[in-house]
């Protein structure tokens, strides 16, 4: 169950990042509103306040954040750019999610 509210929150996490940044690219490189640069910085602003929620030290936080904005990337590059993976993009990311899952469930150390 732990895993499951990791991975969720950082799923999340991933979203809120991932639209933080698209729509600047938007932006800059599609000739779109500028408008979209707010919703783009509370996007950014969602994601870093996501960041806290998490118990462990920021530093082991981002480490296994990481294993999920790769998987969430790559649905991403699927769903909204309209790419087909390929299988090295799914090995890819369940390797990135299992080394997730180890450094988030890592057992606790007493100090």
Do not use: N
């Not at 929150?9 to 932006?27: D, H, K, M, N, S």
């Not at 996501?50 to 030290?57: E, S, V």
């Amino acid at each position: 169950m732990e895993l499951l509210k990791v991975a969720g929150l950082f799923a999340i996490t991933a979203v809120a990042e991932i639209v933080g940044c698209y729509l600047p690219w938007l932006v800059l490189k599609q000739g779109r509103t500028i408008w979209l640069l707010f919703p783009a910085a509370l996007s950014l602003a969602l994601f870093a306040w996501l960041l806290t929620l998490h118990p462990a030290a920021a530093g082991r936080t981002y480490a296994a954040y990481g294993g999920m904005y790769i998987a969430v990337a790559l649905l991403w590059l699927h769903f909204v750019d309209g790419i087909a993976l390929t299988r090295w993009d799914l090995a890819g990311a369940a390797i990135a999610l299992v080394g997730m899952a180890i450094i988030a469930l890592q057992p606790a150390t007493s100090a």
